[in-house]
């Protein structure tokens, strides 16, 4: 559970804890009946699930133009390689949030995670000439978009203590403006 959040720092990222389900009808087996059992527990009645698809756990950082994009254990991302995700959140034009979400590939499947595979470039971990070279090559060509799953900030106020369904009923609020 994150306690402590600071903006422009990567928080520690909240989980995430896996339990199998199968989505085509069949039933949950009893170990991963277990494992949601005690999330919920845990959680005191207040979950959310998400589907996890291939792509980069990654929180946004959000103060007006100014975006930070981290992603978990990896670092901080170059902003400029993700110009789609960027004007999306700048649209907002919001003060000091921070998103917790899944960078992904538009693209299905395996297509998907090629494209955040093609585009991903950290910060500090390229040269400005290797930079320029890259974003030559159309990175359009692979589209990603961002699935924010949690609202962790909200003009500059931390949201960790807030229940689950609070944070989400402030995201959707937040996203209306835009998907």
């Known amino acids: 559970k994150i306690t402590k959040i600071s903006f422009g720092t990567p928080a520690e990222f ?11 009808d069949q039933p949950v087996s009893k170990e ?7 999330l919920i527990a845990e959680a005191e009645g207040s ?10 756990r990654c929180q946004a950082h959000v103060d007006g133009k100014e975006l930070k994009l981290f ?7 170059e902003t400029c390689c993700f110009p789609e995700v960027v004007e999306a959140l700048q649209f907002l034009n919001l003060k000091k949030t921070i998103f ?8 299905s499947k395996y297509g998907g ?3 955040i595979q093609a585009r991903a470039r950290y910060k500090g971990r390229i040269s400005e ?8 090559t159309k990175p359009e060509e692979f589209p990603l978009r961002l699935v924010v799953f949690d609202l962790l900030m ?26």
Request: with cysteine; glycine share 8%.
């Open 14 to 24: 909240m989980g995430p804890y896996y339990s199998e389900a199968d989505l085509n």
């Open 32 to 38: 991963s009946m277990a494992i949601l059992e005690k």
């Open 47 to 56: 979950l959310a699930c998400e589907i996890k698809e291939d792509g980069y």
């Open 71 to 77: 992603t978990r254990g990896s670092g901080e991302f």
């Open 100 to 107: 917790d979400g899944e960078l992904r590939g538009a693209a």
């Open 113 to 115: 995670f090629k494209a």
């Open 129 to 136: 000439k290797a930079l320029k070279e890259y974003l030559s």
């Open 154 to 179: 909200s003009k500059g106020k931390s949201r960790m203590e807030d229940a689950n369904h609070s944070r989400r009923a402030l995201l959707e609020e937040v996203m209306d403006e835009t998907e």
